[in-house]
C-alpha cells in the first residue's frame, strides 16, 4: 500500500511541510476553519503533519496571544478569534439590522452611539453616529473601522461579561494598557468589574477610562456565536447617563430578537422627541432624576 507522503507526491503535493513560522502557524490556524472546532495536540500535528513538539511551542504562543484558548478536551479557537472580522464590511447583516436602533437611541438621546464587536482584547467599530454630539467627543471611542482596547470601553466590557474567566486571563496576560488615569490595569480589578456588568444583567459603565472626561454604557448583542455590544456616550457624567440603562438593555436585546428574527418578541426602542434624553441629560443635575 502508498504512503500517505508517496500519495500526496503522486497527487502533485509536496509532502514537507511549510518552513517558515508565518506558514507554520497558519496551517495550525486553518484545522480550526470548522466552527466550533476542538483537537487534541497529537490530533493537531497529525493533521498539520508538523512535529509534535513544533505545534506544542506555536499553540503556546497562540495562547498567550489570546488567538486559542485551551479546555480540558482540547484546543478551540477563543471566542474572540471567532468572531475576528477585520473590516466593518464583513459584517453587513449585523450592521443593517442594529442601524435603525442605532439611530433611534442617537436621536432620542443625542449622544454618540457606537456597535462594534471583540477581536482579540480590541473591539472593531462597526458603526458610529455622532453628529453635533461629536463635537469635543473624538475620543469617545474610534471611528468606524477604528479600534479600541476592550478593556477601557463600555464596548469591550460589555462583551467581555459574556467570557469564562479563565478566557479573560488568557486574553489579557500580556497585560492591560492604560489609556487613562482610570483605566483598569489589574486582572483582579478587571475580574471585579466584569462581575459587576453581569451583576447588572450585562449593562457596562465606562467612567473616564478611555478618555478623560467622557463617559458611556455599553450593552452586549447576544445573538449565536456573536461577540459585539452597542454603547452610548459623550461629555456626559455617567451618573447621569446611568439612568438609560434600561433603555439600553432593550435597545441591545432588540437587535438580538431582530438577528434571530424574533424581532417581535421583545418590546422596540420607543421614540422619543428627538434629543429630548440628551438635552436633559446635560441640563438637569445629577440628583434631578427620579
Not at 504562543?61 to 468572531?83: C, E, F, H, N
Not at 471611528?143 to 479600541?148: A, K, L, S
Not at 418578541?265 to 440628551?278: H, I, K, M, Q, Y
Amino acid at each position: 500500500m502508498a504512503s500517505a507522503a508517496a500519495k500526496k507526491k503522486a497527487d502533485g503535493e509536496s509532502s514537507d511541510p511549510p518552513v517558515s513560522m508565518v506558514a507554520r502557524i497558519a496551517l495550525i490556524m486553518r484545522v480550526f476553519d470548522e466552527p466550533g472546532a476542538r483537537f487534541r495536540l497529537d490530533d493537531i500535528a497529525t493533521r498539520t503533519g508538523l512535529p509534535r513538539s513544533t505545534v506544542h511551542r506555536i499553540l503556546d504562543q497562540l495562547l498567550v496571544t489570546g488567538w486559542i484558548q485551551r479546555r480540558p478536551d482540547g484546543y478551540s479557537l477563543s471566542a474572540g478569534a471567532s468572531t475576528a472580522r477585520h473590516s466593518p464590511s464583513e459584517h453587513p447583516e449585523l450592521r443593517s439590522v442594529a442601524a435603525p436602533v442605532l439611530n433611534r437611541l442617537h436621536l432620542d438621546t443625542g449622544l454618540v452611539v457606537h456597535l462594534g464587536v471583540l477581536i482579540g482584547t480590541d473591539v472593531l467599530v462597526l458603526d458610529r453616529i455622532a453628529g453635533r454630539a461629536a463635537a469635543g467627543n473624538a475620543g469617545t471611542a474610534s471611528r468606524v473601522g477604528g479600534r479600541v482596547p476592550a478593556h477601557a470601553t463600555a464596548l469591550g466590557k460589555a462583551i467581555l461579561a459574556q467570557l469564562p474567566g479563565e478566557e479573560i486571563d488568557t486574553l489579557f496576560r500580556p497585560g492591560l494598557p492604560k489609556r487613562s488615569p482610570r483605566t483598569i490595569d489589574d486582572l483582579p480589578t478587571l475580574h471585579q468589574e466584569l462581575g459587576r456588568i453581569r451583576a447588572r444583567r450585562g449593562l457596562a459603565y465606562e467612567n473616564q477610562e478611555l478618555v478623560l472626561g467622557t463617559s458611556a454604557l455599553g450593552a452586549a448583542i447576544r445573538a449565536d456565536g456573536l461577540l459585539a455590544a452597542i454603547s452610548v456616550g459623550g461629555a456626559v457624567p455617567l451618573e447621569k447617563l446611568e439612568r438609560l440603562g434600561p433603555l439600553m438593555l432593550r435597545a441591545a436585546a432588540h437587535v438580538t430578537q431582530r438577528l434571530s428574527g424574533q424581532d417581535e418578541a421583545v418590546e422596540p426602542v420607543r421614540p422619543t422627541s428627538d434629543g429630548v434624553l440628551g438635552r436633559m441629560l446635560r441640563t438637569l443635575p445629577a440628583d434631578g432624576w427620579v
